[in-house]
């Protein structure tokens, strides 16, 4: 993974020297695969700095969201690939944009001439912190999140906050609940940061416009990656089947699959983690002021606690019997163990999933106080 900051501006160096295995010369020819929003707000810039260096570029927009996250989009990006005429041994793939986007031209590669390298560019803080860290490269099939797709390493993955500023708050929030996914299994020092400056790190999109904020998001992606690329380069082939960084992917899947378009993956994923968070205290293993805190800290970050596919019980019995299915069958199911730590179990029942949907409702609602007690609805509120 190579960080710099700019990567596309007129004298930066980095993608032509950065990745020894895929170093740029001048008069060499490129495929860049970018998310067309992305290409509306950089394209200009992307064509311009590729024409500076003399780099023959070939530049595809293509939509990239979870709604057309599809096969079509994947032959699309084969079909460009083979008009190129790309030569696989000497010129891997750009993809610049978010992780829907590095997800399916990671796929295409992966499939053309059985293996083409590629080079990821993730423009979205979930992009820089979760899709441009693993080997996992897909799309989804039917109702079915990710249900097609491969293992693919990139050649490369170039890390540029810069493309941050131009995120909505919806979008930094996104990629946060995937940083508050490490720091609630693997870190509390993690969590304590996010609990003391995320709030103040979203709303300056992690620019870093003061020393202190600077300091603060440099020191939230190093740790997440750290912890992330910690966990999973010992499993990249998911031989183990016991991963801590599925918390948040037990019944999230199936969840934003099925109110799709309405909610984004990082939304989906702490929905989970509230859901699994609830159930944890209702086991004992998180308590109720620990429950409130991490409560409090994902609406700070601009992230749901509730969303109505909750109120259909059966959708989580589903979401269960997947991932059992997934599994190996066995529910391998990460739970919080305070903040920072975790556990897996096995023995989590239609009934406790009931419990801890209604317990999280209550949150949501403000119906519990922060001593965890029910609060009475007040007359006329």
Not at 71 to 79: F, H, K, L
Not at 125 to 139: P, R
Not at 311 to 319: F, Q, S
């Amino acid at each position: 993974m190579v960080s710099s900051h700019g990567l596309f501006e007129p004298g930066n160096t980095a993608l032509l020297t950065g990745c020894p295995d895929a170093p740029l010369h001048p008069g060499d020819r490129r495929l860049v695969v970018i998310d067309q929003n992305v290409d509306a707000l950089y394209g200009n810039g992307i064509r311009a700095w590729f024409t500076a260096h003399g780099i023959d570029a070939t530049v595809v927009p293509l939509r990239a969201d979870e709604a057309v996250k599809q096969w079509d989009a994947v032959s699309t990006v084969v079909d460009a690939m083979n008009d190129f005429g790309i030569d696989r041994r000497r010129e891997p793939v750009l993809a610049v944009g978010g992780g829907v986007l590095t997800d399916v031209v990671g796929f295409a590669a992966s499939l053309y001439r059985r293996g083409t390298p590629y080079i990821r560019i993730p423009t979205t803080l979930i992009g820089l912190v979760d899709a441009g860290v693993g080997v996992k490269t897909g799309v989804n099939y039917e109702r079915g999140k990710n249900r097609l797709g491969t293992y693919a390493p990139a050649t490369a993955t170039f890390l540029d906050r810069s493309f941050l500023r131009s995120l909505s708050l919806r979008h930094i929030s996104n990629g946060l609940a995937e940083i508050l996914k490490m720091a609630l299994i693997r870190s509390e020092d993690l969590f304590v940061l996010l609990e003391s400056r995320g709030a103040a790190v979203r709303a300056d999109r992690l620019q870093g416009a003061t020393e202190d904020l600077s300091r603060a998001a440099d020191a939230i992606i190093a740790e997440s990656i750290h912890l992330m690329l910690e966990e999973l380069q010992p499993n990249l082939w998911e031989s183990a089947l016991e991963r801590c960084v599925d918390y948040g992917h037990t019944f999230s899947p199936t969840l934003e699959m099925h109110a799709l378009p309405e909610l984004l993956h990082g939304e989906a994923v702490v929905i989970d983690m509230a859901l699994t968070t609830a159930l944890a205290t209702l086991r004992g293993d998180v308590a109720e002021a620990q429950a409130q805190r991490i409560y409090d800290v994902i609406r700070a970050l601009g992230l749901p606690l509730w969303n109505e596919v909750l109120d259909d019980p059966a959708l989580l019995d589903d979401a269960l019997r997947d991932t059992v299915r997934h599994r190996d069958g066995q529910q391998r199911l990460p739970l919080p163990v305070g903040i920072g730590r975790h556990r897996f179990v096995n023995d989590v029942t239609p009934a406790e999933l009931r419990d801890a949907a209604r317990l999280l409702r209550d949150h949501a609602e403000g119906h519990v106080s922060s001593a965890g007690a029910l609060v009475p609805e007040q007359v006329g509120a």
